[in-house]
Antibody, heavy 125, light 109 residues
Framework: QVTLRESGPALVKPTQTLTLTCTFS??????????VSWIRQPPGKALEWLAR???????YYSTSLKTRLTISKDTSKNQVVLTMTNMDPVDTATYYC?????????????????WGQGTLVTVSS | EIVLTQSPGTLSLSPGERATLSCRAS???????LAWYQQKPGQAPRLLIY???SRATGIPDRFSGSGSGTDFTLTISRLEPEDFAVYYC??????????FGQGTKVEIK
């Protein structure tokens, strides 16, 4: 059974750095073809993909946010961590981690097939 | 970056009716790497369709996807009460910088 759970602060102040942790079970990020991504959703708005980390430690970031994002993994703990610097009120959103994509021999088989329940982060002084 | 435009913004239908949702891409989506997700209030999105037309595990066959290139469609053949939700398309093509559409809300008429 695959599960993911996000954790982190519910409230951060402008200019602070946000650190979110995704703790997962039911799969291993050391398995070839496995990846974990972060996606966010401002209240009442659409989804926005933020970052992805692959089993081989390759990392990818949203073009518009890449200077502020860092993604890392701790395979032994089954965790993926996302940091976002210089937080602003417009970054207020529910942040999700999701398994995906999954790949076989470099070919994507499925996108985001399992999601955490999300964590709401509010940026306010 | 590929921009996805979903239409209509809101679809007002009755249970039992057919729903047709559109997703148009600003450039061709490689290998039909187009997915559809369903999201209900307070819940995470759920994967419905991937590869433009493959149903994810456990998804009822009243949900179907079609299309290629820049035009894709999600069809719900007969709406059940639990199908009223917001639906998002997503492209996951060759670029790892993936994008979502702005969503279509299917509401009860």
């Amino acid at each position: 059974q695959v599960t993911l759970r996000e954790s982190g602060p519910a409230l951060v102040k402008p200019t602070q750095t946000l650190t979110l942790t995704c703790t997962f079970s039911g799969f291993s990020l050391s398995t070839s073809g496995m990846c974990v991504s972060w996606i966010r959703q401002p209240p009442g708005k659409a989804l926005e993909w933020l970052a992805r980390i692959d089993w081989d430690d390759d990392k990818y970031y949203s073009t518009s946010l890449k200077t502020r994002l860092t993604i890392s993994k701790d395979t032994s703990k089954n965790q993926v961590v996302l940091t976002m610097t210089n937080m602003d009120p417009v970054d207020t959103a529910t942040y999700y981690c999701a398994r995906g994509p999954t790949m076989v021999r470099g070919v994507i088989t499925t996108p985001f097939d399992y999601w955490g329940q999300g964590t709401l982060v509010t940026v306010s002084s | 970056e590929i921009v996805l435009t979903q239409s209509p913004g809101t679809l007002s239908l009755s249970p039992g009716e057919r729903a047709t949702l559109s997703c148009r891409a600003s450039q061709s989506v490689s290998s039909s790497y187009l997915a559809w997700y369903q999201q209900k209030p307070g819940q995470a999105p759920r994967l419905l369709i991937y590869g433009a037309s493959s149903r994810a595990t456990g998804i009822p066959d009243r949900f179907s996807g079609s299309g290629s290139g820049t035009d894709f469609t999600l069809t719900i053949s007969r709406l059940e009460p639990e199908d009223f939700a917001v639906y998002y398309c997503q492209q996951y093509g060759s670029s790892p910088r993936w994008t979502f559409g702005q969503g279509t809300k299917v509401e009860i008429k």
